[in-house]
């Protein structure tokens, strides 16, 4: 397994021994075999007044490293001359080798470089002659950590396809498989849990309360292609040597078709759910048999199996029903109290007032879309990838246009999942059919890695911890790619 970097520059990390290794080549152990010849080392020469330009000048640029790093990391900021020829690499080797004169305990890493609010991608000269940067100034490269993770911890099996994942709880991961149930694994490591009763694939799971348990207790809701919707309730602190298996204490059935995509509200008490129906419908968490005709009490068997026990299960109906789109809804997303944001096969992203269900904005991108996610400022803009290669960013917030803000390219596939950092403004991630997840900065257009675990098409993809990044797919396998920076 290997993570590359699109633009093919090689940044360097820090090995034992201090010799320089491609960062992104994180498949462990490492060998002495694996290592690269030492790269030499750059030329730096301090700018001296009377010193006469000769004819190589023109291919020496004047730089100034800054950075908001803690001090350990922190490079003097005297400007200096450097090959204009230079790339991340080399910026890197200097940055490490000035820290290191100040810093003897410095371990190598890896940078990325930002000027005027973007990340260089390209060699110094070439990126001062796009820019329309006067090569006569002191540029000043303000330096942070690159982001692209450092080992793949080992994956976890299932016996279908992984189609869903939940990362937003630090202690336990959640999955949905294509054979009808949900797992919790503890650490990321353990099957701890498994959430049965589907009778059709599992297309999306969510933590209801995220990661504040309840009276040491999660809440899970899960949507099927069985056009239901089920929540399940279970004890984090019971362990046991092999997966219990829970069943579901309430039952949302409703849909005419299967559920694709399912949000909970900010508050936890509502969840939203998008489906092949065309429709949107939303849930109360919460309720009992006094609520009248929303929640029934029913027997219902806890899986397919006819001769299977029955158990006690709340029945509940859809508070409200959303209707506007003319295809599959494929994602919903509800990043705040009175607002929901849905994408569908019907080529648009649509905006709803949760409390009224009127549609209060629409974009329409000419493509079928799988996925969706608010991020950015203030959870402002809006990604969403699908039909084709290309994750695209909106900010509903400009009027007059609906033209993408930014638009990544570099998958070759349609695009599965789509997420943003749950810290960050800046970063996200995306899944496609093209077997990838990839990380990306909206300071610039090249993915800052590309994470190549699967060997088939990515289903889904979610950050976890916020230095992890998770993923699904058609071979059967949840991965985790660990030892993510993000400043």
């Known amino acids: 397994m290997a993570v590359d970097l699109q633009d093919n520059l090689v940044l360097v990390a820090a090995t034992g021994s201090g010799k320089l290794l491609n960062p992104n080549?994180?498949?462990p152990p490492f060998s002495s075999q694996n290592l690269p010849q030492p790269f030499p080392p750059p030329h730096i020469r301090p700018p001296s007044a009377d010193t006469a330009?000769?004819?190589?000048?023109?291919?020496?640029?004047?730089?100034?490293?800054?950075?908001?790093?803690?001090?350990?990391?922190?490079?003097?900021?005297?400007a200096i001359a450097v090959p204009a020829e230079l790339s991340r690499m080399g910026l890197s080797e200097i940055v490490n080798s000035l820290i290191l004169s100040a810093e003897p305990?410095?371990?190598?890493?890896?940078?990325?470089?930002?000027?005027?609010?973007?990340?260089?991608?390209?060699?110094?000269?070439?990126?001062?002659l796009a820019k329309g940067i006067s090569a006569e100034r002191v540029l000043e490269l303000e330096y942070v950590k690159a982001v692209a993770p450092k080992k793949q911890e080992q994956p976890l099996p299932h016996d279908d396809w992984v189609s869903a994942v939940d990362g937003s709880n630090p202690r336990f991961l959640l999955t949905g498989c294509y054979d009808g149930l949900a797992r919790i694994w503890k650490d990321g490591a353990v099957c701890t849990q498994v959430l049965e009763g589907h009778s059709g694939a599992v297309t999306s799971a969510s933590f209801i309360n995220k990661g504040v348990e309840t009276d040491g207790s999660l809440h899970v809701v899960t949507g099927s292609k069985d056009r239901s919707l089920r929540l399940f309730k279970f004890d984090t602190s019971v362990t046991t040597d092999s997966p219990k298996q829970i069943g579901a204490y309430k039952f949302f059935p409703g849909h005419s078709?299967?559920?694709q995509s399912i949000a909970v509200d900010p508050s936890r008490n509502m969840i939203c759910s998008g489906s092949w129906d065309t429709k949107i419908k939303l849930w109360e968490v919460e309720g009992s048999e006094e609520d009248g005709d929303a929640v029934t009490v029913k027997k219902r068997?806890?899986?397919?199996?006819a001769s299977g026990p029955e158990e006690s299960q709340l029945e509940g109906s859809a508070s409200s029903t959303f209707e506007g789109h003319s295809q599959c809804v494929s994602s919903v997303a509800w990043p705040e109290q009175q607002t929901i944001y849905s994408a569908s096969w019907d080529h648009s992203v649509r905006q709803w007032d949760a409390q009224t269900g009127k549609e209060t904005w629409n974009m329409f991108c000419g493509k079928?879309?799988?996925?969706?996610?608010?991020?950015?400022?203030?959870?402002?803009?809006i990604a969403a990838g699908g039909s084709d290669p290309v994750l695209r960013v909106w900010d509903p917030r400009k009027p007059g246009t609906l033209a993408p803000v930014f638009q990544f390219s570099s998958h070759s596939s349609w695009i599965s999942a789509c997420k943003w950092h749950p810290s960050s403004w800046y970063h996200l991630l995306s899944s496609s059919f093209d077997g990838k997840v990839m990380l990306w900065d909206l300071r610039t257009a090249w993915p800052l890695a590309s994470v190549d675990s699967h060997s088939e098409k990515v289903l889904c993809a979610d950050w976890w911890k916020g230095d992890s990044v998770i993923s699904g797919g058609a071979d059967s396998k949840l991965c985790i790619s660990s030892g993510v920076e993000i400043a």
């Open 25 to 27: 080549q994180i498949s």
């Open 53 to 78: 330009m000769d004819a190589d000048a023109s291919r020496q640029v004047r730089v100034r490293f800054v950075t908001k790093l803690p001090p350990p990391l922190r490079a003097p900021t005297t």
């Open 105 to 128: 305990d410095h371990q190598a890493q890896p940078f990325d470089f930002i000027v005027d609010g973007e990340l260089v991608r390209m060699p110094l000269h070439q990126f001062l």
């Open 257 to 259: 078709s299967s559920v």
């Open 301 to 305: 068997r806890t899986n397919s199996d």
């Open 368 to 381: 079928a879309l799988n996925c969706l996610d608010c991020g950015g400022e203030g959870s402002s803009l």
